[in-house]
């Protein structure tokens, strides 16, 4: 049998995991007596965890949300855990960096010198994302504001500012009834149904000003994916239909590198090894031209498998490569000629 300690640890970490445990089951899945389930409750108690008994021939337990922090157990992953998650939580797009680093100073005080050390040890930098911009940033009011929204299912008003003009004095607040918030690469989006142009659209949370109140309430309508994500995922990969994750154009080409150099810059693309030194690539993009060029940055020959439009498209760079090239390039217009 594991020491108290540890037992109780793992008990917690179960209470965690969902809302309802029948007592035996605890016992079970902690190899010990109903008896010492019963007892490790108790202790869970007087540290200050509220957990309620449920009544019944089965009998229950279920952890209540506390009014007060009681003090913080963590096993060594979930340490590790917490100080990568508030450590990179720069990187989300919200502007939580301050706020982040005073979580981490407060959850690390907290916990014994065993776990502040497997934290203290943990270092590493954290890169922005390229063409990251501060102005990016997403206010915690705003996120909030935007999340108080989704979850009670009231029409959000807003101001909208444009990337080059910023706000309009004179625009009228947008109107939507807002979905699901996403992050994309960095930036946080409202998934939302416009009602002034009926239609689903994804808004830039760091250009939005909600206007307060919110309006009436409103019943979601069915989101036409899967989910929020694979929706975002196609409207900016220029997919016409939102319930299909690929790209519009997708071709599959051979380059003369090994497996290991293409790989790391495939991004959601695949590759398989044909010989050491040849790879067959199958990659996505909005546009053939795109794709073309996506496959030329990799430096290397390439030999085209599929389809006969990305053939097309490699010629038609070639030709406007080579014009580019030239001191005294042709007119525009005559490169098809």
């Not at 919200?94 to 959850?107: H, P």
Request: glycine share 6%; proline share 10%; with cysteine.
């Amino acid at each position: 049998m594991p020491k108290t300690s540890g037992r109780l640890l793992a008990l917690l970490s179960l209470l965690q995991a969902r809302r309802d445990w029948p007592g035996a089951l605890l016992a079970e899945r902690l190899d010990i007596s109903p008896r010492t389930v019963r007892r490790d409750i108790d202790r869970l108690r007087e540290l200050g965890y509220p957990i309620a008994t449920a009544k019944g021939p089965d009998g229950g337990y279920r952890l209540e949300a506390g009014a007060e922090l009681p003090p913080l157990l963590f096993d060594d992953e979930q340490a590790v855990a917490v100080a990568v998650a508030l450590r990179t939580a720069t990187l989300g797009g919200a502007d939580i960096s301050e706020a982040a680093l005073r979580a981490l100073q407060t959850v690390r005080q907290v916990m014994p010198a065993r776990l502040r050390a497997r934290m203290d040890a943990l270092r590493f930098a954290t890169v922005e994302r390229p063409g990251g911009d501060p102005r990016d940033r997403v206010s915690s009011d705003v996120l909030l504001a935007l999340s108080a929204a989704v979850r009670a299912r009231e029409v959000l008003r807003f101001d909208y500012a444009s990337e080059s003009a910023g706000p309009q004095p004179d625009s009228p607040p947008r109107r939507v009834e807002p979905h699901h918030l996403v992050v994309r690469a960095g930036r946080w989006y409202l998934l939302a149904w416009d009602l002034d142009r009926a239609d689903w659209r994804t808004f830039r949370a760091d250009r939005m000003t909600p206007r307060i109140p919110t309006g009436p309430r409103f019943t979601p309508r069915d989101l036409p994916a899967a989910d929020p994500a694979t929706f975002v995922n196609a409207k900016f990969r220029g997919s016409p239909d939102a319930t299909a994750p690929a790209w519009p154009c997708t071709g599959e080409a051979i380059l003369d590198l090994p497996l290991s150099a293409i790989t790391p810059f495939l991004h959601d693309g695949t590759a398989e090894p044909v010989t050491p030194t040849r790879t067959r690539v199958t990659l996505g993009s909005w546009s053939w031209p795109a794709l073309a060029a996506s496959l030329g940055r990799f430096d290397t020959a390439i030999e085209v498998i599929d389809p006969p439009a990305l053939r097309t498209a490699f010629a038609d760079l070639a030709r406007r490569y080579a014009a580019a090239a030239q001191e005294n390039p042709p007119a525009p217009g005559k490169l098809r000629s």
